[in-house]
């Protein structure tokens, strides 16, 4: 692109099979035929295209292998086109625009998601993958000033089993026990008032049956005394 009398590179807005051959074989891949290189492109196991400007992550299905992918300090505003990567384990895309978790909850073996310094304010449990055992939101305003008190942590420690790192930040075994022993405590608080509201309804209908069951024994002794009083009526008669 001539910028006046400066001639200044374009930017790549997309992953383009060019741009990941050129950051991503070796320094030799020039000389390779066009064969070469294209076997070369479809084996690669790790694609790194940070700081290139990428404004989508689309393209990716021609790289089977593929496990890490690296997009840092780009322009990617959506977790898009994710869906045949089904080898992925790493996938880092820190500093960028995005603003939702979406589109990777079935990425079963990824296991490091990096979103640190995007957008994102809020996002739900079920759209992270449960294999996940890193996971970065810093920076993000749904994490806040301070990671260590991110209104999500205990949550997504309890949800994810295999976690060992958040934000930054170590997660111990005792963290899971922890969270899911709280956990198990507010569940069991919540069915306990469930119970005892139940248990006070048992109660009152218990006693109404214990009643009535008086009213009938009642009835009944009357009618065998009211039984007794006719036949000794009847002998005298």
């Known amino acids: 692109v001539l910028v006046g009398r400066k001639c200044v ?6 992953i383009s099979s060019a741009l990941v051959s050129k950051r991503c074989l070796p320094e030799e891949a020039s000389e390779w035929d066009a064969e070469a290189v294209a076997e070369a492109v479809i084996d690669l196991t790790k694609i790194e ?11 990716l299905d021609v790289y089977p292998r593929l496990q890490s992918l690296l997009l840092q300090h780009n322009d990617i505003a959506a977790l898009d086109n994710l869906d045949l990567c089904f080898e992925l384990r790493f996938l880092a895309l820190g500093h960028n625009r995005i603003s939702k ?11 490091c998601l990096d979103l640190k310094n995007n957008a994102i304010e809020e996002f739900e449990l079920s759209e992270l993958p449960l294999g996940l055992m ?13 990671p260590y008190a991110a209104p999500y942590r205990n949550k997504v420690i309890e949800h994810l ?9 170590e997660v111990m075994p005792d963290d899971h026990a922890f969270f899911a022993a709280a956990a198990d405590k507010a569940n069991a608080a919540a069915s306990s008032s469930s119970a ?10 218990g006693s109404n049956a214990i009643a009535l069951s008086r009213e009938r024994r009642q009835e009944a002794q009357m ?15």
């Open 9 to 14: 590179e374009a930017k790549f807005t997309m």
């Open 49 to 59: 295209l940070d700081r290139e400007g990428i404004k989508e992550i689309d393209n």
């Open 101 to 111: 978790i979406e589109n990777v909850a079935d990425l079963e073996n990824l296991r």
């Open 134 to 146: 890193m996971l970065d939101l810093s920076g993000n305003p749904c994490c806040g000033e301070d």
């Open 161 to 169: 089993e295999f976690l060992t790192e958040l934000d930054g930040i």
């Open 196 to 205: 005892a509201a139940t248990v006070g309804i048992d109660s009152l209908l």
């Open 223 to 237: 009618a065998v005394q009211a039984s007794r009083e006719k036949r000794a009526v009847d002998m005298e008669i």
